[in-house]
T-cell receptor, first 112, second 115 residues
């Protein structure tokens, strides 16, 4: 069965510093990988996805993620964090089936 | 405006009293899905639908029903709610599930409390 792990419940980073939110996955076959962000009292918003092609994927709001097949990872990164990036981040995976599996979420706090 | 809407946004009910949470999308999406969000567990998929009259179970379908009679609507039905169904529920839709069109758009959520 497919699964997603986000090993950190909470990530704290100072404004202006680079940030990384980690995600590892387990899936049979080639994965479809996604990152979503959830702001307080809001639904989830799509950030970026990896389907095929370049391992480095660029998405919304300056975020990017690197697909690493050998390490089965899809870490989310941003070169310079903003206070407004503080939110709950979810990694998700879908294989050739039609259901999606989300990770437990990582709360990012960017400190001014 | 392209969107996924859910109603109600907040609901308090009692054990055993049937309820329906509606979901509607105006983007002509084929794929629709229901999730529940619980602290520390992330989002877990309840049911999904590939198209009209096609539905399938996700990871946590017990105690829920869905129907897809029209492309735009995908209601979630709790025939006999129990306290362990207290949660935050999200509906989502995507254009399809292939060809790079798998991005899901989420509704604002429905917070359900079952007493």
């Amino acid at each position: 069965a497919q699964s997603v792990a986000q090993p950190e419940d909470q990530v704290n980073v100072a404004e202006g510093n680079p940030l990384t939110v980690k995600c590892t996955y387990s899936v049979s076959g080639n994965p479809y990988l996604f990152w979503y962000v959830q702001y307080p009292n809001r639904g989830l918003q799509f950030l970026l996805k990896y389907i095929t092609g370049d391992n480095l994927v660029k998405g919304s709001y300056g975020f990017e993620a690197e697909f690493n097949k050998s390490q089965t990872s899809f870490h989310l990164k941003k070169p310079s964090a903003l206070v407004s990036d503080s939110a709950l981040y979810f990694c998700a995976v879908r294989d050739y089936g039609q259901n999606f599996v989300f990770g437990p979420g990582t709360r990012l706090s960017v400190l001014p | 405006e392209a969107q996924v809407t859910q109603n109600p946004r907040y609901l308090i009910t009692v054990t055993g009293k049937k309820l329906t949470v509606t979901c509607s999308q105006n983007m002509n999406h084929e794929y629709m899905s229901w999730y529940r969000q619980d602290p520390g567990l992330g989002l877990r998929q309840i049911y999904y639908s590939m198209n009209v009259e096609v539905t399938d179970k996700g990871d946590v379908p017990e105690g829920y029903k869905v129907s897809r009679k029209e492309k735009r609507n995908f209601p979630l039905i709790l025939e006999s709610p129990s306290p362990n169904q207290t949660s935050l529920y999200f509906c989502a839709s995507s254009l399809s599930t292939s060809g790079g069109e798998e991005t899901q758009y989420f509704g604002p959520g429905t917070r359900l409390l079952v007493l």
